[in-house]
């Protein structure tokens, strides 16, 4: 998957190599996914098993769809299976783990139920990630987001996590956003002596419209690196004490970070352009 390192509270650039980790600590993947075409969408189903899957783009109309580490995909280890204007992959119960590799669709894009997702994809019109409540290994749940455009909306949406490092953790690199994109973590508990209850890090990312960010309770960091808000730009931490970093980032529209509960820093880290002078709610050290 794509994964970059947990590093201590810092900024900087984060890159993450675009590789396939071995799954530590976490239940044995296994099961069968199941594929369907329903009107103009393919449907990958997933079992109460963990399913790992790899979706690959094969030719200009056609996905590879693979099953990794004892999953098979309508019964075997892969298929073949013509792409159709949307796509969508609910993998149930289990701690599955979805993987989207060079993948266009035409139109809208839904990933449910996984609790690990790596994508790099170009979208039409809408993409929407949702976790369930992840537990176990270093991350509770984990979404990561690079090279892709989404010609609409982006919306990623996690359960609650909990991890020996990381409770929910969500990456978006290097990515074109043509409206607006959301963040929007469950209730997160990483290690005592070095995690964070929720980590998220935008890197290198254009936003046409709004963006809004709202953790969960538990310690957070929010980081923003090279990022351009075309509107409003909303951030809210939930309870904690939490940390909202920016470096040579742009907000054409009124940015507004609101701490929440607990001893919350926010760091201005240099570079940064504001349109306007932003709005900072309940942070105890600036």
């Known amino acids: 998957m794509f994964f970059r390192s947990h590093s201590a509270r810092r900024l900087g650039v984060r890159r993450r190599p675009l590789t396939i980790e071995v799954l530590e600590g976490r239940t044995l993947p ?3 996914v199941t594929t369907a075409t329903l009107g103009d ?10 399913n790992v899957i790899r979706v690959q783009q094969l030719g200009p109309d056609q996905y590879r769809i693979t099953g990794v580490n004892g999953t098979t995909v309508d019964g075997k280890p892969e298929v073949v299976a013509k792409s159709r204007k949307d796509l969508t992959i609910d993998l149930g119960g289990g701690r599955d783990v979805a993987q989207l590799i060079a993948v266009a669709v035409a139109r ?3 990933v449910a139920n ?18 369930g409540n992840g537990t176990g290994g270093a991350i509770g749940n984990s979404v990561n987001i690079g090279s892709t455009t989404v010609g609409r909306d982006l919306t990623v949406t996690t359960g609650n996590g909990t991890g020996s490092t990381v409770g929910n953790f969500v990456s978006i690199f290097s990515a074109s956003v043509g409206r607006d994109l959301a963040v929007t973590t469950g209730d997160g508990t990483g290690g005592a002596s070095f995690g964070f209850g929720n980590d998220i890090d935008i890197d290198s990312t254009a936003v046409g419209h709004d963006l809004t960010i709202a953790t969960g309770d538990g310690t957070a960091e929010v980081t923003f ?11 809210r931490t939930g309870s904690g004490d939490d ?3 920016v470096k040579d980032s742009t907000f054409l529209g009124l940015a507004t970070f609101d701490g929440g509960g607990g001893t919350d820093t926010f760091q ?7 349109a306007f002078a932003p709005i900072l709610i309940d942070f105890e050290v600036v």
Do not use: C, H, P, W
């Not at 449907?43 to 098993?49: E, K």
């Not at 996984?114 to 976790?131: C, K, M, N, Y």
């Not at 690196?225 to 951030?235: C, D, E, Y």
């Not at 201005?268 to 504001?274: A, K, L, S």
């Open 114 to 131: 996984s609790e690990d997702v790596s994508i790099g994809l170009t979208v039409g019109r809408d993409l929407a990630i949702t976790t």
């Open 225 to 235: 690196n090279k990022l351009v808000v075309q509107g409003l730009s909303t951030v």
């Open 268 to 274: 201005d880290q240099g570079g940064n352009d504001f």
């Open 30 to 32: 296994a099961g069968n």
């Open 108 to 110: 809208d894009a839904r």
């Open 41 to 50: 969408a393919l449907r990958l189903t997933g079992d109460a098993a963990a």
């Open 243 to 245: 940390t909202v970093q």
